[in-house]
């Protein structure tokens, strides 16, 4: 009978444990939820400045290819590097090939000439988005209104993109055999990895593993009193 009863008493205390795992996932869930609502616009722990990029309205009306219009001198040199790169690999025993660069990098500067840029630079607020960084605003340096690019100055821009991305695919395809042919602008596609279980799910499935083989012990130790006592 004291068999019995201790049994009976363990038995309880695997279920309690197991009850007691349980409730404390949703409550960790919502308390982890309810951490990151507490004041997000002042909340400023563990953040950086961060340096917020915002492009004038009137510049993206002007072209679909409005990053092109707001790149650095930087930016712009290299843009013109990357192209003759391209058109070195993708035309190597073409004899007009320079002929080919000279036409578009002289009208990619003349689309940078005629369309000059301005940045303005503001302090940011503490909270989000700049933490204390700042605000960097990019426009049209002229003070004319509804800017356009004509059909040609965007055909140039189309086309010298065109030559980069070509030969960015096809320098990658010669690198390995088996690479997809996609545009480095593409996003593809990635394997997700597998994310870890959070501490209150693994506390609940340890608290189950420990009932289930309890209830196992305890049962074993039921058969053999019972037998024992036939």
Not at 144 to 162: A, C, G, P, W, Y
């Amino acid at each position: 009978m004291d068999n019995n009863v201790k049994l009976l008493k363990i038995r309880s205390i695997l279920f309690a444990l197991l009850l007691i795992a349980m409730v404390m996932i949703p409550v960790a869930s919502a308390g982890a939820e309810e951490a990151k609502r507490v004041f997000p616009e002042n909340d400023t722990a563990g953040y950086v400045p961060v340096d917020v990029i915002s492009i004038d309205p009137s510049i993206r009306d002007a072209t679909p290819y409005d990053m092109f219009l707001i790149l650095s001198p930087e930016g712009k040199e290299n843009q013109l590097n990357d192209l003759d790169l391209a058109i070195d690999f993708l035309y190597p025993g073409d004899p007009q090939k320079d002929v080919l660069k000279a036409e578009l990098r002289g009208k990619m500067k003349d689309i940078w000439d005629k369309y000059p840029v301005v940045f303005e630079t503001k302090p940011g607020g503490i909270g989000y988005p700049t933490y204390g960084g700042s605000i960097v605003t990019v426009k049209f340096a002229s003070p004319l209104q509804n800017i356009r690019l004509t059909d040609e100055e965007n055909d140039v821009i189309k086309k010298s993109s065109s030559i980069m991305n070509e030969g960015y695919t096809r320098k990658k395809q010669n690198e390995s055999p088996y690479a997809p042919n996609v545009s480095p602008d593409s996003q593809g596609v990635r394997p997700t990895a597998p994310q870890p279980a959070s501490i209150p799910a693994v506390i609940a499935i340890y608290a189950l593993g420990c009932y289930s083989a309890g209830y196992a012990v305890i049962k074993m130790k039921r058969d053999r009193h019972e037998q024992s006592r036939e």
